[in-house]
């Protein structure tokens, strides 16, 4: 069936340097590509999208980027921050079905 | 609503009962979807409404998981003879359906369920 796979599933980065979490789909029909972050305790929450007609999307200090041909996108977080510790999943969709990734667990350390 | 509501937040129950579980969606959202995270773990696709009507159950692990959704609002899980490994958080989301595709989830806070 449909698969999302995610690396790495656990990411430790210092305070002002940049995290990148790679994720690879199966559907070739998939396309719309969103990502989340799961705060302790909390629902996941939609940070940033990018849909299958664009290579790639920033907002602010995340950016977004989308390979078709391969079937990989990518989460950039430059700057990072304590506050941007967290969960993230991506995740690949098509039509009303979404496919998520295990999870990257990001610990950004002061 | 502003956001997707669940209750309750934490449930602890007694292996063998039976436990629901509500969502409350975003207004006007049509579509509504359960998953079970379970700890550590990723998100478990359980079931989609789209309105009243489930076209994809695939994801309910046994038939003592059920779900429905009156009202085109209002859903509620059912778990019926509960198993410790029922344990996990039980996510709902709901999203606007629009034609292709494309439908940004938002998702509630979760219901802890814990299974003693």
């Known amino acids: 069936g449909e698969n999302v796979e995610q690396h790495p599933s656990t990411l430790s980065v210092q305070e002002g340097d940049s995290a990148v979490i790679k994720c690879t789909y199966s559907?070739?029909?998939?396309?719309?590509f969103p990502w989340y972050k799961q705060e302790l305790g909390k629902g996941p929450q939609l940070i940033i999208d990018?849909?299958?007609?664009?290579g790639e999307k920033k907002d602010q200090r995340i950016a977004v980027t989308l390979n078709k041909t391969a079937k990989h996108f990518s989460l950039h977080i430059t700057e990072t921050q304590p506050e941007d510790s967290a969960v993230y999943f991506c995740?690949?969709?098509?039509?009303?079905?979404?496919?998520f990734g295990t999870g990257t667990r990001l610990k950004v350390l002061a | 609503g502003a956001g997707v509501s669940q209750s309750p937040s934490n449930k602890v129950t007694e292996k063998g009962k039976d436990v629901e579980l509500r969502c409350d969606p975003i207004?006007?959202?049509?579509?509504l979807y359960w998953y079970r995270q379970s700890l550590g773990q990723g998100l478990e696709f359980l079931i989609y409404?789209?309105?009243?009507?489930?076209?994809?159950k695939s994801g309910l692990p046994s038939d003592r998981f059920s779900a429905e959704r009156t009202g085109g609002s209002v859903s509620t899980l059912t778990i019926q003879r509960t198993q410790q490994e029922d344990s996990a958080v039980y996510l709902c989301?709901?999203?606007?359906?629009?034609?292709?595709?494309?439908?940004?989830?938002?998702f509630g806070a979760g219901s802890r369920l814990t299974v003693l």
């Open positions: 989301a709901s999203s606007l359906s629009t034609p292709g595709g494309a439908n940004v989830l938002t």
């Open positions: 559907d070739s029909a998939s396309n719309y």
């Open positions: 990018i849909r299958s007609n664009v």
């Open positions: 995740a690949a969709s098509r039509a009303y079905k979404y496919i």
């Open positions: 207004s006007g959202h049509t579509a």
């Open positions: 409404f789209q309105g009243n009507s489930a076209p994809d």
